[in-house]
């Protein structure tokens, strides 16, 4: 079902008028980045913008989380969208005069784009008041960067009181600004991380040294194992995005190895190296952990050691849910054009997100948000130091976010 004219109109209209405000807020945001689990500033700030708007909100969730509410009529239902707000410990080399004011830290993935959407999409459907079909609840998440603040934000209540009949979240990417990628299916894959160790032989007593060089090892083994690597160029990364809206079967079945020592601890290695496997399904993961076990056999037989294998936590996959996309495409398409709706066949397989936990309990799914303008010099390419967005991005995912909770209100899935 797409929205009714009126509505679509006023959309266009209020975030028209929006735009020179999101783009203030999205620079103050970007001049004071926070780490995770420090995002006091950005958490007050956000809170009394919010406020201001006429939301009902609740702060201190789950650390520095921001829960607000639109409400026009409790007896209806509720949909939430959720943003993260923490930055990340990078020193950012643009000459802008919105670069990072704090030493050693800096929005490099666009949570401060990310927290200007999600104010703009409160404000834009505030301004729809009574019109909208039910009700809206915007989840501000802290510490997305450690994995921790999903979590954090569902113990403290994020899905209940009452419980959203599905969530969304959004993400900045390296696409052509103006454009928004989505898949029914698998978004980002989630990974299993071990702790491997060598021990000496049961006749032997080696040496530090040789525990190490043997871990060493098989780290390069593990990661000589990638059928792909993270893409470190703008053309690389444009390749990328243009094979996950294929059919290529290797990428929609890929699995990523990585392995390595703690250089940063000598006293502390003696052998030890940490193990990470992503893949596109739990099966893949399995064969994964297999395939290294049986590397590991091999090269400790070889050196007279052993190895011991310790699971060190996982992370779920972020699996968008196929009628919640289905249902509310025709809205997606209606506000932003159909031409720039992207169905992507495939994972981006680098990246995770804790936006996973909230969807093993509802039904969610999470778009990716296209910010870069080459022309501009802007190529918003993830956890670089020359990080930055064409603007024009915050209308866009202000329009898609709105349309897209209206129409998770509007259709059943």
Not at 47 to 62: N, S
Not at 337 to 352: D, H, M, R
Request: hydrophobic share 45%; with cysteine; net charge negative.
């Amino acid at each position: 079902m797409t929205l009714d004219p009126n509505i679509l109109n006023s959309l266009h209209h209020h975030t028209a008028n929006l735009h020179p405000e999101l783009s203030l807020i999205r620079r103050a945001l970007h001049q004071h980045p926070e780490l995770s689990g420090e995002e006091s500033w950005t958490s007050a700030f956000i809170a009394e913008k919010l406020e201001k708007l006429g939301l009902l909100v609740q702060t201190r969730a789950g650390g520095f989380g921001i829960i607000a509410d639109w409400i026009t009529d409790p007896a209806k239902p509720t949909v939430a969208l959720r943003v993260d707000m923490d930055a990340l410990p990078i020193s950012e080399i643009n000459d802008v005069p919105y670069r990072s004011q704090v030493p050693g830290v800096m929005h490099a993935c666009g949570h401060d784009v990310h927290s200007a959407v999600g104010f703009g999409t409160a404000a834009v459907l505030a301004e729809l008041g009574k019109n909208l079909p039910g009700n809206i609840r915007f989840i501000f998440q802290p510490e997305e960067e450690e994995i921790t603040g999903a979590l954090r934000m569902i113990r403290a209540g994020a899905l209940i009181d009452p419980v959203p009949r599905a969530i969304l979240g959004l993400h900045v990417a390296p696409l052509p600004v103006g454009k928004i990628a989505w898949t029914d299916n698998l978004f980002l894959a989630g990974f299993e991380h071990y702790l491997a160790k060598i021990i000496p032989g049961d006749r032997s007593a080696a040496s530090s040294e040789k525990l190490d060089a043997v871990a060493k090892r098989c780290c390069q083994v593990i990661k000589g194992f990638n059928r792909w690597t993270l893409p470190e160029t703008r053309d690389e990364m444009q390749a990328m995005w243009k094979l996950m809206q294929s059919n290529d079967p290797d990428l929609q079945h890929f699995t990523i190895f990585d392995a390595s020592t703690d250089e940063e601890d000598l006293i502390a290695r003696r052998g030890q190296f940490g193990i990470g496997i992503k893949a596109a399904s739990h099966a893949l993961r399995r064969a994964a952990i297999g395939r290294v076990k049986a590397s590991l056999n091999t090269i400790t037989q070889a050196n007279q050691t052993h190895y011991q294998l310790e699971p060190m936590g996982s992370m779920p996959d972020v699996r968008n849910h196929p009628e919640l996309v289905q249902a509310t495409l025709p809205a997606l398409r209606q506000v932003i054009g159909a031409p720039n709706a992207i169905q992507l066949k495939a994972a981006f397989p680098f990246n995770c997100e804790d936006f996973a936990y909230y969807t093993k309990l509802i039904p969610g799914a999470m778009y990716w948000v296209g910010a870069a303008n080459p022309q501009k010099g802007q190529f918003a390419m993830l956890h670089t130091p020359n990080f930055d967005v064409d603007e024009t991005c915050l209308t866009t995912g202000v329009m898609a976010m709105s349309a897209l909770l209206i129409g998770a209100l509007q259709q059943d899935f």
